[in-house]
């Protein structure tokens, strides 16, 4: 390897060292290599500084080999175009990371109640003409339907998570439609994605409206649930989705609330009713949002608030100074486990089986 070579990949491997999780190539094998979703383009092979893969052409394939002593450097994983390892495509760009707690202790709350608060005080200083939320179809318990709220009273009985998609994009182009000016809208960031598009796209509506004006306020999100699937899931457990309290998805456990009783599964038992759109998700915290909201990151009755905008900092800041939350900055292990997170979402649907 000519000097130069030999010291420029020097050079990107100290970078690595200093500022990212290394993994080595045994990682790129399992995940990338023996799936099959490996394009055979020979970038770990030709930027391993230890010259220890080779590109193995079997059947007629190009499949990237170790012959030598890796020495986990990371290099090799960094760069393959198939795998996700930057904060900032994991997670997205923030400006400050926290865990938050409402100090409203009535009503509703998923977690620490952040987004209620956040919505509350947007609409209590009409920096928000509406907020859309998804509430429970009183016909339906359970089903969500979006709802655009006026009156900051309304918001605690909407509180709490609906594991189920809700056009929350719908009602708040109908608030467009009635003239609402400035709409706050909570979405997952299937919901949110949507919305910027209307924003960045030449010819979406914020593009076309300028006196329409929206706010974001992401949910992380792992997956949501099919509702027929998720009535017949528990049904088969003898539970009536009517009796259910509270529904909670944390540390890889599904739990229901029922008059004071909890039952659990592990997530995974509920793949079959796990929405189909969901396994080409790859965005777990929203990063399209001003505000993400979520509880990976923080103990039990906080949200992990993500402030991504300078937007999203004034509303958390001036609802910190209102009295409505408490704060706290998050620590760098809990940005940890987000990402870790984040990753996993990224490249779950590697799993999924190829058609071919
Ligand atoms: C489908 C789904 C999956 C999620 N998965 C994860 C996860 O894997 N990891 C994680 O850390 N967090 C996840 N969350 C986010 C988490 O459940 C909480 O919503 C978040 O932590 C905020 O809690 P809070 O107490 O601050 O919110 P609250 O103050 O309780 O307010 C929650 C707000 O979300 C709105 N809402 C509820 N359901 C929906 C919905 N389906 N669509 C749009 N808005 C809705 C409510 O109307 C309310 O305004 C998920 C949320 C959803 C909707
Ligand atoms: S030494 Fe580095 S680039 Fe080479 S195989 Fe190991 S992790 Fe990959
Ligand atoms: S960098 Fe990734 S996609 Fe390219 S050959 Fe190596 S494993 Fe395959
Ligand atoms: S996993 Fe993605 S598509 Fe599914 S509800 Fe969450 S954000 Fe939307």
Redesign the pocket.
């Known amino acids: 390897m000519s000097p130069d070579v030999q010291q420029s990949l020097s050079r990107g491997q100290r970078w690595l060292k200093e500022n990212t999780k290394r993994h080595a190539f045994r990682k790129l094998d399992k995940e990338i290599i023996q799936p099959g979703i490996c394009t055979e383009c020979g970038a770990c092979v030709s930027n391993c500084p230890v010259e220890v893969l080779v590109g193995d052409r079997t059947s007629g394939r190009f499949v990237p080999t170790l012959i030598g002593k890796c020495v986990s450097c990371g290099m090799c994983y960094a760069i393959c175009p198939r795998t996700k390892v930057l904060w900032s495509e994991l997670v997205g760009e923030f400006r400050s990371a926290w865990r938050?707690k409402?100090l409203d202790e009535t009503g509703?709350?998923?977690?620490?109640?952040?987004?209620?608060?956040f919505?509350t005080y947007v609409l209590d200083q009409s920096i928000a003409d509406g907020a859309v939320?998804?509430?429970q179809d009183p016909k339906s318990p359970w089903l969500?339907v979006?709802k655009l709220v006026t009156n900051k009273t309304k918001?605690p009985e909407?509180?709490?998570?609906?594991?189920?998609?809700?056009p929350?994009v719908q009602e708040m182009m109908r608030g467009y439609r009635k003239g609402f000016s400035t709409i706050c809208v909570?979405?997952?960031s299937c919901?949110i994605d949507a919305i910027d598009n209307m924003q960045k796209h030449p010819a979406g509506y914020f593009q076309m409206d300028m006196g329409a004006d929206v706010i974001k306020i992401g949910?992380?999100?792992?997956?949501?649930f099919d509702y027929t699937g998720l009535v017949q899931f528990l049904k088969d457990d003898g539970i009536d989705i009517k009796d259910v309290d509270k529904m909670?998805?944390?540390s890889g456990k599904f739990r229901v609330a029922i008059s004071g009783n909890e039952r659990e599964w592990s997530v995974g038992d509920l793949n079959l009713v796990a929405a189909k759109s969901c396994s080409y998700c790859q965005d777990?915290t929203c990063k399209n949002a001003d505000i993400s909201?979520?509880?990976?990151g923080s103990e039990d009755g906080w949200?992990?608030v993500l402030i991504r905008t300078i937007r999203g900092e004034h509303i958390f800041q001036e609802t910190l100074a209102a009295g409505l939350i408490e704060a706290n900055l998050l620590e760098t292990k809990s940005l940890r486990i987000i990402e870790k997170?984040a990753r996993f979402k990224a490249i779950r649907h590697y799993k999924l089986s190829s058609s071919h």
């Open positions: 938050v409402s509703k709350r998923q977690d620490g109640g952040a987004v209620t608060a919505l939320v998804a509430c969500p979006a918001l909407c509180g709490g998570t609906i594991y189920t998609h809700a929350v909570v979405g997952t919901s949910l992380f999100c792992m997956e949501s909670a998805i944390s777990l909201c979520g509880n990976i949200t992990t997170s």
